[in-house]
């Protein structure tokens, strides 16, 4: 899959990096990197993500959605996502997760995943139902 294939290139090139120099990305100057389906989007938080994946050319920086979850939390909804994504982005938090406890999931409703981890912010586009 070619998913796993740049993840694990980007793994490498991770791990070659001092992330002890690691910088916070103010929220409003994050940009993040669609994939070709324009489900899943990679922001960089810190300085160390920004240059891996600016370094690896994966596309045009665009701007990083503004999520308010708060607006759109009602109970009993339930949104439904890729299980190929979210096992993308399970070997993701695998290869940079260094000396992190936990990740922050958030979501609401039809509303996009959002994984956070200290370097990287995933969004993850739900599943569309045609009922």
Do not use: W
Request: include cysteine; hydrophobic fraction near 35%.
């Amino acid at each position: 899959m070619k998913r796993t294939k740049t993840i694990a290139q980007l793994k490498n090139i991770f791990r070659e990096k001092d992330i002890s120099e690691c910088v916070e990305i103010p929220k409003d100057e994050q940009r993040g990197y669609m994939d070709a389906s324009n489900c899943l989007m990679i922001i960089p938080k810190t300085n160390i993500g920004q240059e891996l994946l600016i370094n690896f050319e994966i596309g045009e920086p665009q701007k990083a959605p503004d999520l308010n979850y708060q607006d759109n939390v009602q109970s009993g909804q339930t949104s439904s996502y890729s299980i190929e994504y979210i096992k993308t982005i399970l070997e993701f938090i695998q290869s940079f997760s260094y000396g992190e406890e936990c990740v922050k999931l958030t979501t609401a409703g039809d509303f996009p995943l959002k994984v956070e981890l200290k370097h990287f912010i995933i969004i993850l586009a739900p599943r569309v139902n045609n009922d």
